[in-house]
């Protein structure tokens, strides 16, 4: 009888355990720094969680209908994000068809219909692209397809632009065109065409 007890109690406290092992007490909504270590593959529907540096620095904050993780590929990939990149500096807004974040390159990767959207004082600058490479360990914007930027002091295309978010500055590169627009009270009244490299 008193070995029954015994053994019913240790199974008890066994189960105890295994449920705060898998189920943690602390369910409040304070986000990850990195996506978990895990061999699992697995699914989230309608989330949204924040990424930090090592820091403690806020880099990204994601919101989606979907996120899955591969294990084999150490990859998750994002259906429809919402993205707020470096929000206390630069402040991107961005959005895509698709995400992935690639776990050994520390970097995500915007897919599809790619709009980023940056508030400035006179008005949004916007940025259309394919696809759009965000690396962390470099604190770069990378985008190697055709480009758009539209400003209220100008409209670039591009095959390709660097945004450096240090220095929160942009390299445009192969065939660069564009326009440059005055305030009507400067000289010259209208608009000046500019023209990159053409290589």
């Not at 008193?2 to 240790?10: E, G, H, K, M, P």
């Not at 602390?26 to 720094?33: G, L, Q």
């Not at 990859?75 to 206390?88: D, L, N, S």
């Amino acid at each position: 009888m008193n070995r029954r007890i015994i053994v019913l109690a240790s199974l008890m406290l066994l189960v105890v355990f295994l449920i705060r092992w898998w189920v943690p007490s602390d369910r409040s909504t304070r986000s990850i720094p990195a996506l978990p270590d895990t061999r699992l593959d697995y699914t989230l529907t309608d989330f949204k969680s924040e990424f930090y540096n090592s820091e403690g620095v806020l880099e990204w904050v994601i919101e989606a209908p979907e996120l899955t993780h591969e294990a084999s590929l150490k990859k998750a990939v994002i259906r429809e994000p919402v993205m707020q990149i470096e929000p206390t500096s630069a402040d991107w807004h961005a959005r895509a068809d698709q995400a992935e974040i690639l776990r050994n390159e520390d970097e995500i990767v915007l897919i599809g219909n790619v709009v980023i959207r940056q508030a400035l004082d006179a008005g949004d600058r916007i940025i259309r692209t394919n696809q759009l490479h965000h690396d962390r360990r470099q604190r770069t914007i990378k985008a190697e397809s055709a480009v758009i930027i539209d400003s209220p002091s100008s409209f670039i295309e591009a095959g390709g632009l660097l945004i450096d978010l240090d220095t929160n500055t942009m390299e445009f590169f192969n065939h660069v065109e564009g326009e440059i627009f005055f305030d009507h009270y400067d000289e010259p009244s209208a608009h000046d065409d500019i023209t990159g490299p053409r290589d």
